[in-house]
Structure formats: structure tokens, C-alpha cells
């Protein structure tokens, strides 16, 4: 197993490579290059100077004795342009277009040493929330969920709010443009079918997995967040029968997961372990998360240990220790910690030290189990 941290970049995030230098265990870095649209080509140089960036060391850092370096071998995401999921032309690109570029872009990373790639098929939008700063017991806040909220909502009206509570800063899969272009997306998505989408899923699979083989990445498909329909759109991608489905589209092996076991979970009548342990040989990433049910389909984020929420996080550190998991992982949202709110104000879920407990509490489960093993 290699422990990964999630990094947006220089100047679009609050955290430096210097402080996660400093979280014991952490080898990857996560990344992506966050100024990319769907749809669009990843230029190799651009690639090669990110890649260079998070593995390489900075003569100041040279000079201050510091040597600790990290790989960057997980990029998170690649995201996948509408039409793809569509099946048809739509925002002025085709979807054979769109897997050209596609196919392109993982060529390219295969050669910058990326191994793993994650990505998402949920329609329109990526992870939503109806709060980003919600208050817990014990003085910090997390990402929280209402269901009702999202209900009563108008697609447009939820973003406002959640853009507006950001701290300036661009949520992954919320790019203006992409909000930009909804009325056209919304008309594109009537009458999409599950079944429709499932078709659309293959034919992008088997169009991309055979260069994905020969550059030597995986893909890892990411759960939807939340695993439900939300404004009417099909998500198919939620459940565990959706994930055996979406394996069996195609067999290849670099065809797998990034299996979220926080987005999972948020469907209370999921079994976060048993999903680990049936799919381990095509997990190629993971996500290991705490959330804390609330009934109706709402949720909180709360801190990684299995008896602060719902998600049994030391048994699915079990289940991958027991099978010597050779995966990725990563924490994922942390709370927001010790007034980082005020003082850095970072990106909602993306603050520093409750990610870096997070790491903390995952590797001494699985220090644990491993020296049972
Ligand atoms: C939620 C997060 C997601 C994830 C994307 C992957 O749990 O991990 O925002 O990054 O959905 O494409
Ligand atoms: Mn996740």
C-alpha cells in the first residue's frame, strides 16, 4: 500500500508540498492539473512540470538538509467531458472527440511515470453538499449533506450557495464554465436512461482502456458523491451492484476503482468492507473516509476513526492489510481544525491537519493488521 495526499497545486491551495513533507508515511502525491477543462488535451510539457514540481526539491529546501520527496504517481481526475456520458455531440465537442483527447492526455502521463488515474461518470456535476462549514460537537466544522435541501433546490441556486462559501477558491467539477453551459446540459440529459448510460460507459471504456494498457495506467472509477440520483440525473455508479456492473463492462484489468468508501457509505444500506473485500483486485485507489449517518439521506463528514461516524474504517484497513493491498490510499475530506477557517482558509474539506490525523490513524491500523498478517 502507498499512502497518497491529495495536493491542488501551487497557488490553488493553502497546503504546500513542505507541510505534507512533514505527515509521517505520506509517498504520493495526488494531483491534477486543476486549470483543465473536461475535454481538453493535458500538454506533455505542462504534465512534465507538474510531475517535476511534486518529485523534485527546491535548492532552498537542498540547503536546509531537507531530502524527503514524493512520487506522483495518482492523478485525480482526469475528468470526463458530457458528451462521453451522453453519447452525442454536446458543449461544441463530439464524443469521439473527447476520447481522442482523452486517450491522448493518459499517453502523455503514462510517460510522465503516472500510474493511476481516477475519474468520475456522474452527470453535470461532481460531489455536492448543502453545507461546507457545518458546526460539530467539539468546535470544528465539516462537510455536511441534507437531502431535503438538495429537494427544494434548483441546481443552480445550490451552486451559488456553495460557491459562494469556497473561500474564493474553484471547487473541482464547479468551474464556472462548466455551470455556465447548464441550460444546455440539462435539455442533453432528458430522457437519459440508466441503461443508456451504461451503454455510453462501455463504449468510452472500450475505446480507452486498450491505450490505457499500453501506457501502463489504470483507471479507477470513483463512486458517486452521494451515491443516489440527484435533480433527476441517473448516477450509476452508487451501489455495489452498480460497481460489479461497471467492472464487468470490461475485463481488463486497468479497468478498476477508486473506491471511496465515504461516498459509498453515504447509502446507509451499504456494507463499506464486504465492497472492499469483493472487489480488491480491481481497486486500484482508495478513499478512506468517516461520515456519520443522520437519517433521511443526510449525513456529516467526521474525523477518519471508525467510532466517530458510520463508516467502519479499521475493518476496511483490516480487509486491505489481510490481502496486502499494493494500492494507493488517501484520507479524504478532513473537518476543518485549530481556526484553519480564519487563519488559512483553506478549500472546504482540504485543510491540513485533519487530513494528516487521518493518515496517522489509517497507517496504525494498518501497521497493526500487518503485523498480524
Ligand atoms: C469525494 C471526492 C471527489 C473526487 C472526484 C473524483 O469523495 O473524492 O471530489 O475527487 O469525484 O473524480
Ligand atoms: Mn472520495
Redesign the pocket.
Known amino acids: 500500500m502507498k499512502m497518497g495526499f491529495r495536493w491542488y497545486g501551487e497557488g490553488n491551495d493553502t497546503v504546500t508540498l513542505d507541510h505534507v513533507r512533514q505527515v509521517p508515511g505520506v509517498e504520493t502525491i495526488v494531483w491534477s492539473l486543476h486549470g483543465k477543462q473536461a475535454g481538453e488535451v493535458w500538454e506533455q510539457a505542462e504534465i512534465d512540470a507538474e510531475v517535476a514540481k511534486i518529485t523534485g526539491l527546491n535548492d532552498e529546501a537542498r540547503a536546509r538538509g531537507i531530502t524527503r520527496t514524493f512520487d506522483a504517481e495518482v492523478v ?2 482526469v ?1 470526463v467531458h458530457e458528451s462521453i456520458k451522453l453519447g452525442k455531440t454536446v458543449l461544441g465537442l463530439s464524443r469521439d472527440e473527447a476520447i481522442e483527447n482523452y486517450v491522448t492526455t493518459i499517453r502523455r502521463l503514462g510517460r510522465a511515470g503516472v500510474k493511476v488515474v ?3 461518470f456522474m452527470p453535470v456535476f ?2 455536492l453538499r448543502t453545507d461546507l462549514w457545518h458546526p460539530l460537537p467539539d468546535g470544528s466544522t465539516a462537510l455536511f449533506f441534507e437531502r431535503a435541501v438538495v429537494d427544494a433546490m434548483s441546481p443552480q441556486s445550490l451552486i451559488a450557495d456553495m460557491e459562494a462559501n469556497t473561500h474564493g477558491l474553484t471547487l ?2 464547479w468551474e464556472p464554465e462548466r455551470l455556465a453551459s447548464f441550460a444546455e446540459l440539462d435539455a442533453a440529459y432528458e430522457g437519459v436512461t440508466r441503461e443508456d448510460m451504461y451503454a455510453h460507459y462501455r463504449y468510452f471504456l472500450d475505446a480507452v482502456i486498450p491505450a490505457c494498457e499500453e501506457a501502463g495506467v489504470r483507471l479507477g472509477v ?1 463512486p458517486d ?1 452521494p451515491p443516489y440520483d440527484v435533480f433527476g440525473w441517473p448516477r450509476v455508479v452508487s451501489t455495489k451492484d452498480d460497481l460489479a456492473r461497471v467492472l464487468s463492462l470490461n475485463d481488463s484489468p486497468n479497468h478498476g476503482l ?1 473506491l ?1 468508501l ?2 459509498f457509505s453515504a447509502n446507509p444500506g451499504q456494507d463499506a468492507v464486504d465492497a472492499v473485500r469483493t472487489f480488491m483486485d480491481r481497486i486500484h485507489f482508495t ?1 478512506v473516509r468517516n461520515i456519520k449517518h443522520l437519517g433521511n439521506g443526510d449525513f456529516t463528514e467526521v474525523a477518519h476513526r471508525a467510532c466517530e461516524g458510520s463508516v467502519d474504517t479499521t475493518g476496511i484497513m483490516r480487509a486491505y492489510a489481510e490481502a496486502g493491498y499494493e494500492g494507493y490510499v488517501r484520507p ?2 478532513g473537518r476543518h481544525l485549530w481556526d484553519e477557517n480564519t487563519t488559512n482558509k483553506p478549500r472546504p474539506g482540504y485543510g491540513l491537519y485533519d487530513r494528516a490525523l487521518g493518515v496517522q490513524y489509517l497507517l496504525g491500523a494498518w501497521d497493526a493488521f500487518r503485523y498480524d498478517a
Open positions: 485525480e481526475s475528468n481516477c475519474y468520475n461532481d460531489w473541482p467539477g470513483h458523491d477508486t471511496c465515504g461516498s478513499h479524504d475530506h
